[in-house]
């Protein structure tokens, strides 16, 4: 065979190969597909949570932990013996350190685990008791990662307030300090990808939080919701959230001591445990944990605005 036709060969011999290639990769997606497929097939068959007793309506008010333990595996504990009363109508704050359990409280309040001891109650209402569909009507939970799908920024909004005029989008979202920057945008008929990753995290965290502000829920936990918000920008959300505590029942959880010196009362959690318990002038009185992580925070926001000065 000459040079030329063996090198014909060769050139073919490559294209030949390429819808093999192709089949094998559609096979390799076709099993994850039905990977995945198999996984929701088993979610849709697990039986529903059922509801000890009659199942009761939300009724708003007081947020009561009283003696809860919690495991996620049976043998690590979580939280134990953790009492708390976060009333209507002030700011209550849960602080402590990272993996001390926060997060874990924001979700036994949520109904999205169940407690291994103890009880926690709204109202006077057991949250095992009442139905999720009402739950999830009256109760918000705002993470540091809270979801926004692809669509407007209106579309996204209107989520929390389907009714909500455009004034009262905008409202939303000068209280969450957006409002400038949307405007030099498309205004509310910006477009936002899924999970809105054409937005910084921080303007991500805000516009959550001027959902959130939309909502007319009766409980709201703010779990770390300002972590990505520059310093500036925080303070005003932070006053918000103030305002909101004067009508509903608000637990703030936050790493940054400054954000709930106003609080009405600050739950200070630390290994699973409640600590401490207080206002922060009776926590700082007290020494203990609450006033070495005010002292070392402190330092550190003092040790940052001098770098900025710098
Ligand atoms: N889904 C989970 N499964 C198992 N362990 C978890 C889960 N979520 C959190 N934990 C563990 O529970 C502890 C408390 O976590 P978390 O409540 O997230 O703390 P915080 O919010 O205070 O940082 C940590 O040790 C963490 O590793
Ligand atoms: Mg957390």
């Not at 040079?3 to 192709?22: E, N, T």
Request: glycine share 10%.
């Amino acid at each position: 065979m000459s040079l030329s036709g063996c090198l014909f060969i060769v050139l073919i011999a490559a294209d030949f190969f390429i819808p093999m290639r192709q089949l094998g990769s559609f096979f390799h997606i076709a099993m994850n597909g039905m990977a995945a497929s198999d996984k929701i097939f088993r979610l849709l068959e697990l039986p529903k949570a059922k509801i000890e007793g009659t199942p009761e309506r939300f009724c708003a008010g007081d947020l009561c932990l009283e003696h809860v333990s919690f495991s996620y595996d049976k043998e690590r504990i979580v939280l134990q013996d953790v009492s708390l009363q976060g009333k209507k109508n002030q700011l209550t704050a849960l602080v402590g350190e990272s993996g001390c359990g926060k997060s874990t409280i924001a979700s036994l309040v949520m109904g999205q685990h169940r407690v291994s001891d103890g009880r926690i109650t709204i109202g006077g209402v057991p949250v095992s008791q009442i139905p999720e569909k009402e739950r999830m009507s009256h109760m918000m939970y705002i993470g540091h990662d809270s979801y926004l799908f692809k669509g407007t920024v209106r579309d996204n909004l209107l989520m929390g307030k389907p009714d909500a005029s455009d004034e009262e989008l905008w409202e939303a979202l000068r209280k969450v300090r957006l409002d400038a920057f949307l405007q030099g945008e498309k205004g509310l008929s910006s477009e936002l990808t899924e999970k809105a990753s054409n937005l910084s995290g921080g303007q991500r965290q805000r516009l959550a939080l001027a959902r959130a502000l939309l909502c007319d829920s009766d409980v709201y936990i703010f779990d770390e919701a300002t972590s990505n918000v520059d310093a500036e920008s925080e303070d005003a959300i932070i006053a918000q959230i103030y305002e909101l505590s004067e009508t509903k029942t608000v637990l703030m959880i936050s790493h940054r001591l400054a954000n709930v010196t106003k609080a009405g009362r600050i739950y200070v959690l630390g290994q699973g445990r409640i600590v401490q318990s207080g206002t922060h002038e009776s926590l700082l009185a007290e020494g203990s944990v609450y006033q070495k992580l005010w002292n070392a925070q402190q330092e550190l926001e003092q040790y940052g605005k001098g770098g900025a000065q710098a």
